[in-house]
């Protein structure tokens, strides 16, 4: 049984820095390697890929919006996955997803991959 638990959402001033964090379970008995990724979503908007990245290695993704400012990482003994946001606007004000496909590919782009999804943690900047 696949459990994502978010964490970590506050309200923040804009230029500020939060990190949100996901705690994972049973991912393991799902696939060797898969992906994760932070997914957004703020009222009257689709939900957007924000960042993801490839347990079996490689460089991990940013939709155009965040680079620079967002950093994606794994923490492999914890079962957790971070999103670390600094200079935040309050274009970044959304609910936090964290999400896990099957293990199937390893592009970890596609919104329809992922299956396993926590339940949100909300991130507001003012």
């Known amino acids: 049984h696949v459990q994502l638990v978010e964490s970590g959402g506050d309200s923040v001033q804009a230029g500020g820095s939060l990190r949100v964090a996901c705690r994972t379970k049973?991912?393991?008995?799902?696939?060797?390697?898969?992906?994760m990724a932070w997914f957004r979503q703020s009222p009257g908007k689709e939900r957007q890929l924000v960042a993801s990245?490839?347990?079996?290695?490689?460089?991990?993704y940013y939709t155009n919006s965040v680079k620079d400012r967002f950093t994606i990482s794994r923490d492999n003994n914890l079962n957790s996955l971070y999103l670390q946001m600094n200079s935040l606007t309050p274009e970044d004000t959304a609910i936090y997803y964290c999400?896990?496909?099957?293990?199937?590919?390893?592009?970890?782009?596609?919104?329809?991959?992922?299956?396993?999804w926590g339940r949100g943690t909300q991130v507001t900047v003012s």
């Open positions: 049973g991912l393991t008995s799902i696939a060797s390697r898969y992906c």
């Open positions: 999400a896990a496909d099957r293990g199937y590919t390893s592009s970890c782009r596609r919104t329809s991959d992922y299956v396993f």
């Open positions: 990245i490839y347990t079996g290695g490689g460089a991990p």
